[in-house]
Nanobody, 131 residues
Framework: QVQLVESGGGLVQPGGSLRLACSAS????????VAWFRQAPGKEREGVSC????????YYAASVKGRFTISRDNALNTVYLQMNSLKPEDAAIYYCAARVWGFCGDNGSYYPPPPDPGDYWGQGTQVTVSP
């Protein structure tokens, strides 16, 4: 059974850092464009960052550019999201998604944007940014 599992969320003070990880079973993530999305209470889900299947291209939402870094470790079949200089407005549930040979959009989401029946999603990890 295909599974994407996010980890690394938690409570951090403003200005702090977290590293999220997205690990996969069954899927070989290097064949997938992997994206991070987030959804805060009362808000729509938004794309945060996306990395191409070959890892050569990365894309970020304007709100996180310069603070977040997406990367992949194919040997560990894992994609990471390093989040620095966290702000209270970054608080949300963060989800990773995988789209086989997918394309990333400039805004850190997929192109075309989800939903797509072929997308795989994790269960999400909570990020809380509070003093």
């Amino acid at each position: 059974q295909v599974q994407l599992v996010e980890s690394g969320g938690g409570l951090v003070q403003p200005g702090g850092s977290l590293r999220l990880a997205c690990s996969a079973s069954v899927l070989t993530l290097e064949h997938y464009a992997v994206a991070w999305f987030r959804q805060a209470p009362g808000k729509e889900r938004e794309g945060v960052s996306c990395i191409s299947s070959n890892g050569g291209s990365t894309y970020y939402a304007a709100s996180v550019k310069g603070r977040f870094t997406i990367s992949r470790d194919n040997a560990l079949n894992t994609v990471y999201l390093q989040m620095n200089s966290l702000k209270p407005e970054d608080a949300a549930i963060y989800y990773c998604a995988a789209r086989v040979w997918g394309f990333c959009g400039d805004n850190g989401s997929y192109y075309p944007p989800p939903p797509d029946p072929g997308d795989y999603w994790g269960q999400g990890t909570q990020v809380t940014v509070s003093p």
